[in-house]
């Protein structure tokens, strides 16, 4: 009889509070996202303990050095009140981390997709269902749309839809935390009732400039992590099937 070894390498992992999973991925999107906001990169490439350092360090040194007001002021072409915002002392402990942020998610990237394609042809067996104490992780359908809308309206709903439970609290405390700092919430409503002028005075910009980032990230990945889950609930499928149902003798087209 012929030993067929175990794989070397799996397309997916499933935990109590996540599902972790190889998948293709364009490394300049990941850099991309690094280079909006230091860490999101990695999270989207489930890197979580690089990530939450990264992010962390991004909130402390550039409110430090008031990078996003020197973003806004240069932006408004008040160029002179841009350098004079910015904190040089903390600044040069800003760019080297920023620069390894976006070289680091490149290339876990580019070594992630190498390693799928390898488990992939492996076509090692998918577990599709992890039970536990705190939680039950499956692997079903679920809609990409349904969750984009759940992470418009609130960042980290749509990352709990698809059962990314780490990234989705982290994301959804993160969000809370900024828009708090920002004064958003007050914003809104002198918004609502008209009174423009103290909306736009009330504003902490430093805080607000973070909001952007983190919403055209959480809208991508939440959006992206379905589809992707999707697709390995139909390879789990198949693969189950192929094993238990198809005959033996049975070959396949070339």
Not at 52 to 60: A, D, G, K, N, T
Not at 75 to 92: C, H, I, S, Y
Not at 126 to 137: E, K, V
Not at 223 to 240: G, M, T
Request: charge should be positive; glycine fraction near 6%.
């Amino acid at each position: 009889m012929k030993f067929i070894p175990p794989a070397r390498r799996k397309r997916a992992y499933l935990s109590q509070f996540t599902t972790t999973n190889l998948h293709l991925r364009h490394p300049l999107v990941v850099a991309f996202f690094s280079f909006s906001f230091p860490g999101f990169g990695n999270l989207m490439l489930h890197r979580y303990a690089t990530a939450f350092i990264l992010i962390v360090w991004e909130l402390f040194i550039n409110t430090k050095a008031h990078v996003n007001a020197g973003i806004l002021y240069s932006l408004l072409g008040d160029f002179e009140k841009a350098k004079a915002v910015l904190d040089e002392r903390w600044l040069m402990f800003y760019v080297a981390i920023y620069i390894y942020g976006i070289w680091d998610s490149y290339r876990g990237a580019v070594d992630m997709n190498k390693l799928y394609l390898l488990a992939d042809r492996e076509d090692a067996p998918i577990p599709p269902l992890r039970m536990g104490g705190w939680d039950i992780n499956y692997l079903d359908k679920r809609k990409p749309w349904l969750a984009l809308a759940w992470s418009v309206l609130a960042p980290g709903l749509g990352h709990l839809y698809v059962h990314k439970v780490i990234a989705g609290l982290f994301l959804f405390g993160f969000t809370i935390i900024v828009s708090y700092f920002a004064r958003l919430p007050e914003a809104i409503i002198y918004t609502l009732t008209g009174r423009f002028d103290e909306a736009v005075r009330i504003v902490n910009m430093q805080w607000a400039l973070y909001l952007p980032s983190i919403y055209s990230f959480v809208f991508y990945d939440a959006y992206v992590s379905a589809v992707e889950y999707n697709k390995l609930f139909e390879k789990e499928l198949s693969n189950y099937l192929r094993r238990r149902c198809q005959p033996k003798p049975f070959r396949w087209p070339i």
